[in-house]
């Protein structure tokens, strides 16, 4: 079988960067969680690489995605955001992100983030074996998942993104199975479980 990368990620340096180093691969840190579907949440309307590029921007902006510092923030830090370049400039995706900081403290009194999100596959990565054309957009736990996320008082979270965001973070392995990552990804999740790796 050809092995062939993902094709989504095409020739740009950076976007193959991201496929073979952390696209697919089990995020078990909270904050990075929350990072990436804040971030996947700027991206709705957009590509990806439009994100990527700006990633260090967002980064240095939303105080290195500091949920306990964003929580906080009120119309003066709203109106610096608006008008910053280098980030996309969204009112609603911007004020989404300060509500979506205080769900994730309130969440955080509850259980870590982690443990919220991978609860939803049991704490195990998924492993699906696709070929082309054959990876959906949603599925029904990603409907779920939204529908939680929502609940708890997160935005910009709709199924579309959050499957978008389980595929990233490596809640489901959704590299093609004729792409070098794949098997990767599967050997790494089969040793890996809540952030620990077994011997």
Not at 20 to 40: F, Q, Y
Request: charged share 20%; hydrophobic share 40%.
């Amino acid at each position: 079988m050809t092995q062939d990368r993902c094709p989504w990620c095409g020739t740009d340096p950076l976007y193959v960067a991201y496929h073979d180093t952390e696209w697919g691969v089990p995020e078990w840190d909270s904050r990075a969680l929350w990072e990436k579907l804040i971030l996947d949440g700027f991206q709705a309307g957009l590509s990806w690489i439009t994100i990527l590029r700006k990633r260090d921007n967002f980064r240095a902006a939303f105080a290195g995605f500091n949920p306990e510092i964003i929580a906080h923030w009120g119309d003066a830090q709203v109106a610096t955001l608006l008008a910053d370049p280098g980030i996309i400039r969204h009112r609603g995706k911007i004020e989404g992100t300060i509500k979506s900081a205080r769900a994730y403290l309130a969440l955080s009194e509850q259980q870590s983030f982690s443990d919220y999100l991978w609860g939803f596959v049991d704490g195990q990565p998924r492993q699906n074996r696709f070929v082309p054309g054959q990876i959906p957009t949603q599925t029904p736990l990603s409907e779920t998942i939204a529908k939680s996320l929502k609940k708890q008082g997160f935005t910009f979270c709709g199924p579309t993104i959050t499957y978008a965001f389980m595929e990233a973070v490596g809640m489901v392995n959704d590299h093609l199975v004729t792409c070098p990552s794949h098997d990767r990804v599967a050997a790494l999740a089969a040793r890996t479980r809540h952030g620990n790796v077994n011997s």
